[in-house]
């Protein structure tokens, strides 16, 4: 793949990513009634959902700047392991939702995998 190829599928793959992600954020943050019902049932208190919200929305956001997206990915990270190990608890069917927080985590790293030389040189495929 050519480089500006490989450029656009990262920053495509990023951009979905990011939607939803902020999407997530920004539901718990403004209390929208299907997330905190989503958030109550997976078993915390209502009165985290806000907090919760607020922490997805500040990572998805050091995500999206280019100049801190290594941060922000990790974080987005730390947040889509606490949904995975949630589901894992709850006994959650595999692919509609233990696997969910995972397949955003592909998008998050491949995105910034493909558009930024930094991690490819970290993290080098060997041929």
């Known amino acids: ?3 500006k190829k ?4 990262g920053r ?8 939803f992600l902020l999407m997530d954020a920004v539901m718990k943050v403004i209390r929208v009634r ?7 049932q997976a078993g915390y208190p209502d009165s985290t959902v806000v907090g919760i919200g607020l922490s997805l929305l500040v ?26 190990a949630t589901n894992v608890r709850m006994n959650a069917p595999l692919f509609s939702y233990i696997l969910t927080p995972v ?3 592909v998008l998050v790293w491949g995105g910034l995998y493909l558009r930024d030389e930094r991690v490819r040189a970290v993290v080098p495929v060997r041929q």
């Open 34 to 40: 299907v997330a905190v019902e989503g958030t109550v």
């Open 6 to 9: 490989r450029v656009w599928t």
């Open 1 to 3: 793949m050519d480089n």
């Open 103 to 105: 397949y955003v985590g």
């Open 59 to 84: 990572s998805t956001l050091l995500y999206a700047i280019p100049q801190t997206s290594v941060l922000g990915a990790i974080l987005v990270t730390g947040y889509l392991g606490g949904a995975v």
């Open 12 to 19: 495509i793959m990023s951009g979905l990513a990011t939607l």
